[in-house]
């Protein structure tokens, strides 16, 4: 058998019987609240599970996690929390009342998520003689120019078994093609239930979405942090191995408790996910969008979402205040727009997911919206080039290629491991739009980092001609020193490995490294004429035997500078703080001192000293600086080859 899992969730008006219809379907009363059962309302989600087989092939099993949500007006917030992840919408319409006020405000949340496949079901047909085609009229004029036009429409009545088994039917054809959710490697779990059993522990439930979860995983729950380990799974109340994307999962983590007034836990609203994929935000930029469809209030206007305002934000089963801050005064219904979400404590979220703002007494549903950045920064809130980069992802918001290619150009480099981490894509699929744009030329994989080329180009070039003045300034100088090349370019970019990896490939043809500097191959240091004289003063003194200390070497400015010439390219070589020997005389030591080791085995100071024929204030320092370079060890009195 091969089993594709879905979410299914009901909408719809208060006691238009979606309950009923989920336990006429599956079996299983959704209602498990002793006030739910004795008012006969839904107060909170309820679950369920039905499987069905595809008409079109056997053995497809649709595995189908039912989500029933609360239908009253004061318990929108309930009902946002259950539809946060879902394939399909059961539209629930009771024939006796039509299409109602919570039916079309859950039609905008559900279409502000992103949802495109529905089934409605007329209910309460055995409460009507005439009126259900009318309802059916209406139900088609309702959704007319939604995503949900053609949804097939089914007509029911607990009370008599009607369109029960036709009802299944459409459910069953409307999924049978449709894709299951991607397991992206990254797996999460909104909290909507947070419970302890006695002798197991802590209990959370949620749909699965993203990746897969198995038994004995390591956990992280946001925004606590806290860590923690999966004792169990269960899926529909069967114990398993390891749950997958789009399906209701119950885990038991016992490491965690439950959160109080006083002390931190996990709740409704809280985040299993793994540690790998980075921690909360604090701000995030988004996309928002007012459904032209919203209802006017009580006042006959419709409800303003303004700059500054402070709203609720309902992401997954997270129900949490923040600020909204836009370059517009107000946005208005059938508009959409930029803003920027500030919250007191951080929400774990990804780039590309969907959210649901109403407004902070939860009377009316605001907007929907996407985010777009979720490590946004405050100061930047009018920044063209953020506006931009928002722009580029608004247009395609479910390409991998648009973020990758929006992250590029912003920030110039970013760390291969790092990229788009926390957003609604695998790893596979960031680093195969990452190959392509190296394949086209318009980014440049090198160790860890991906550079867009227009950046790598610029700061190339901008190297190049640190290099070159320096050698047109300063032609006795051996070439640029490192760190007078990095600071050349870290205002552009501070990414030490980008420096790292662009001094690399400048060395891999007309530039090279010598010690701490770099230069052109071609380049060779040469002696301004102002220190040409200086400069044979300084090698002819150099070949005295002994010859002279550092500072009558070197006594005035322009010996200094010859000197430090002669030692940057080599010519000259200090042994200690007041000895220089030129590169000739240090090689003829060398040899004379590895000689007559070998034909003695070990010397004494006083004995290399001889050999050498220079005085103990040569030899002393000299034979230290062979010690350090490794060509002579030091036992007691006497020296060896090493």
């Known amino acids: 058998m091969d089993p594709r899992h879905f979410i299914i969730a009901t909408a719809g008006h208060v006691d238009h019987g979606k309950s009923s219809l989920v336990k006429a379907l599956t079996g299983i009363d959704p209602d498990r609240l002793p006030e739910e059962k004795a008012r006969g309302i839904t107060l909170d989600l309820g679950f369920a599970h039905l499987e069905l087989r595809s008409a079109r ?77 009318a309802a059916v009229a209406q139900i088609h004029e309702q959704l007319r120019g939604t995503p949900f036009a053609s949804a097939p429409i089914v007509k029911t009545s607990i009370v008599t078994g009607r369109g029960i088994e036709e009802l299944k039917a459409a459910i069953g054809r409307v999924l049978q093609d449709a894709p299951s959710q991607q397991d992206i490697g990254k797996p999460r779990l909104p909290v909507d239930r947070a419970f302890t059993l006695p002798g197991i ?36 109340g069967s114990q398993v191995e390891l749950c997958r994307p789009a399906t209701r ?55 303003a979402l303004k700059d500054g305002a402070v709203v609720r934000w309902h992401c997954g089963s997270a129900n949490v205040p923040a600020r909204l801050l836009g370059d517009w005064d107000e946005l208005a219904p ?109 980014a440049i994989v090198t160790g860890d980092l991906v550079v867009e080329i227009e950046t790598w180009t610029t700061l190339w070039e901008s190297m190049v001609r640190a290099v070159d003045r320096e050698h047109q300034a300063h032609p006795e100088r051996l070439g640029l020193s490192l760190t007078d090349l990095r600071a050349s370019i870290e205002p552009i970019s501070p990414l030490p490995e980008l420096i790292h990896a662009l001094t690399a490939a400048l060395c891999v043809k007309e530039f090279q490294k010598v010690g701490t500097f770099i230069r052109r191959i071609t380049h060779r240091p040469t002696l301004p004429s102002e220190l040409q004289a200086a400069g044979d003063r300084v090698r002819s003194a150099l070949d005295d035997n002994p010859p002279p200390s550092r500072n009558r070497l070197a006594p005035d400015p322009l010996s200094q500078k010859a000197l430090r010439f002669l030692l940057e390219t080599g010519e000259a070589v200090e042994i200690s703080d007041d000895i220089v020997l030129s590169s000739r005389a240090l090689s003829q030591i060398v040899a004379t001192v590895q000689k007559t080791l070998q034909d003695l085995g070990s010397a004494t100071t006083s004995e290399i000293r001889k050999a050498i024929g220079t005085s103990r204030r040569i030899a002393v320092p000299l034979l230290e600086f062979l010690d350090h370079n490794g060509i002579t060890r030091r036992e007691g009195d006497k020296r060896f080859l090493r």
């Open 201 to 236: 522990g802590t209990v959370v439930t949620g749909t699965l979405t993203c990746g897969t979860l198995r038994r004995g995983q390591e956990m992280v729950v946001w925004p606590s942090g806290k860590t923690c380990r999966i004792r169990t799974i269960q899926s529909h």
């Open 249 to 303: 999962t119950a885990l038991n983590l016992p490491d965690l408790i439950i959160s109080s007034d006083n002390r931190e836990g996990v709740r409704r609203g809280s985040i299993v996910t793994t540690a790998d994929l980075g921690r909360p935000s604090c701000t995030l930029d988004v996309l928002l969008d007012r459904s032209a469809r919203l209802a006017a209030d009580k006042s006959g206007r419709v409800r």
């Open 334 to 442: 059938g508009m959409q727009g930029f803003g920027q979400l500030r919250f007191d404590s951080p929400v774990f979220v990804l780039a590309g997911e969907k959210f649901i703002l109403r407004d902070w007494s939860e009377q009316a549903t605001l907007a929907g919206g996407i985010v777009l950045d979720v490590d946004a920064d405050r100061k930047s809130l009018s920044n063209d080039k953020r506006r931009r980069f928002l722009q580029q992802r608004a247009e395609t918001p479910s390409d991998v290629f648009s973020f990758v290619d929006s992250q590029l150009t912003r920030d110039g480099a970013v760390n291969r491991s790092g990229l788009l981490v926390k957003a609604l894509f695998s790893s596979e699929q960031i680093w195969h739009a990452v190959l392509q744009r190296a394949k086209e030329g318009k």
């Open 57 to 133: 092939d056997p053995s497809i099993i649709l595995d189908l996690g039912m989500v029933d949500v609360p239908g009253h007006e004061n318990l929108v917030k309930n009902m946002v929390s259950g539809v946060g992840s879902i394939d399909l919408v059961l539209f629930v319409v009771a024939a006796d009342d039509g299409w109602m006020p919570q039916t079309e405000e859950h039609l905008q949340i559900i279409t502000y998520l992103g949802v495109t496949r529905a089934v409605v079901a007329v209910t309460k047909t055995d409460l009507v003689t005439f009126a259900e085609e």
